[in-house]
């Protein structure tokens, strides 16, 4: 069946450092990823998404790119901020309604 | 916008007790979901619903039951709860078609003593 890989499950940082949070995915129809951000006692919500295979797509600074070849769609940031502590989730749509979630990333940032 | 309305916000239950989870959305989506949050395990999808009085299993469907009889309401039943059981239940909801974003409420947390 269809399935979402988060590896990390805690990554931890300074302000103002790079982040890549891993995401692959595994499924037999085309694919529609999403990452969503919960932030300490709120509901999850959209952070990005993207069906184009090597598109870059980014929001609130945030950026990734679906790569079909690798079934990859890592999330990024140049700079992170101590506002983006928080879960995060990538989450797969495959050719249906059902969603399928990974296991999630806690990022952690630092002064 | 609209809003996912989840009740109620804590639940204590006893171990072998019926327990009933409800959700409202005003959202006038079609599809609906309900999610269970466990710290390290993300989220997994119990039941899904696409309309009215349709109900899919999702992968953690065993000792749950779930009920849409309106489309804007979507009920979740722990039908035997577990003791020392925590965890969160996310209710959710989408718009006609598949591949859209999902909205979701902020959660029921269970405890079963």
């Known amino acids: 069946g269809d399935s979402v890989t988060q590896t990390e499950g805690l990554v931890t940082l300074t302000k103002g450092l790079p982040v890549m949070l891993n995401c692959t995915y595994q499924?037999?129809?085309?694919?529609?990823l999403f990452w969503y951000v919960q932030h300490l006692n709120e509901a999850p919500k959209l952070l990005l998404k993207s069906s184009t295979d090597n598109k870059r797509t980014e929001h609130q600074g945030f950026y990734a790119t679906l790569h079909k070849s690798s079934s990859s769609f890592h999330l990024q940031k140049s700079s992170v901020q101590l506002s983006d502590s928080a879960l995060y989730f990538c989450?797969?749509?495959?050719?249906?309604?059902?969603?399928?979630f990974g296991s999630g990333t806690r990022l952690l940032v630092s002064p | 916008g609209g809003i996912i309305t989840q009740t109620p916000k804590f639940l204590i239950g006893q171990e072998g007790q019926k327990l009933t989870l409800k959700c409202q959305q005003n959202f006038n989506h079609d599809t609906m979901y309900w999610y269970r949050q466990d710290s390290g395990k993300g989220l997994r999808l119990i039941y899904y619903s696409i309309t009215e009085n349709d109900l899919q299993k999702g992968d953690l469907s065993e000792g749950y039951d779930a009920s849409r009889e309106k489309k804007s309401s979507f009920s979740l039943t722990v039908t035997s709860a577990q003791k020392n059981e925590m965890a969160v239940f996310l209710c959710a909801s989408s718009p006609r078609g598949a591949n859209t974003e999902v909205f979701f409420g902020k959660g029921t947390r269970l405890t079963v003593v």
């Open positions: 989450a797969l749509s495959a050719g249906g309604y059902k969603v399928v």
């Open positions: 499924t037999t129809y085309s694919p529609f």
